[in-house]
């Protein structure tokens, strides 16, 4: 039997190294993070693409005396909750062309609050008015609407404030339920202080 005679080249052969352990684990924490996001899209797809919004607030003065509040928009932050303190910078600016009616627009800036804008959008005075929030350059619903029906004798009248739209991204339809019970609670505010300012200037 004819010994084989080594390969030179085998004295010269390296191991193969092996990968450090932190980066074993960069490359686990990265697969997890991915997996993580791609359950988190997927779970999100299965939620409600849409939401609402209706509060109602009983007012003790007719459609008349109440509707001037709400299509000036310069009047608009005596009622509406986000004016009552909680952003110390925000700061409202109305429409320097028009700020009433149809057209009307203001605009707030503050840290908390960022910064934004409603417009109106249809008007059917004293009875309803429709309008629309941008906030950061990016529509907050489909258009918002609040309606006023006076009661039999005419003496208080029922406003009731309706909004809603579509979420446009998963993270806004994980936070549903949290984005609507804050617009839900401060719509109701709002129409509460709606209430003080107009029954306080009768």
């Known amino acids: ?34 997996l993580a996001v791609i359950g ?7 939620l409600p693409n849409e939401w609402s919004v209706e509060v109602t ?17 310069k009047r ?19 429409d320097k062309e028009i ?3 149809v057209g009307g627009k203001l605009v707030w800036e ?8 409603v417009e109106i959008i249809e008007s059917k005075p004293p009875v309803m008015l429709r309008y629309k929030f941008r906030i950061q350059g990016r529509d907050l619903s489909d258009g918002g609407t609040i309606t006023l029906e006076p009661t039999d004798d005419g003496s208080t009248t029922q406003v009731t404030w309706t909004d809603g739209g579509v979420h446009n991204d998963p ?3 994980m936070m549903a339920d949290v984005i609507v019970d804050g617009l839900t609670a401060d719509y109701q ?14």
């Open 1 to 34: 039997m004819t010994d084989t005679a080594p390969d030179p080249s085998d004295a010269t052969r390296l191991p193969t190294p092996r990968r450090p352990l932190w980066l074993q684990l960069m490359f686990l924490m990265a697969l997890v993070l991915v």
């Open 99 to 101: 700020s009433e009616g």
């Open 40 to 46: 988190f899209t997927v779970y999100s797809m299965t």
């Open 57 to 73: 607030q009983e007012i003790a003065a007719p459609p008349e005396e109440i509707f001037p509040y709400l299509i000036d928009l």
């Open 110 to 117: 503050g840290r908390a609050f960022g910064n934004g804008t």
């Open 171 to 173: 993270f806004t339809r």
């Open 189 to 202: 505010q709002s129409l509460e202080r709606l209430d003080e300012q107009v029954t306080s200037e009768k």
């Open 76 to 94: 608009w932050p005596d009622w509406i909750a986000w004016g009552d303190g909680r952003d110390p910078t925000l700061a409202f600016t109305p």
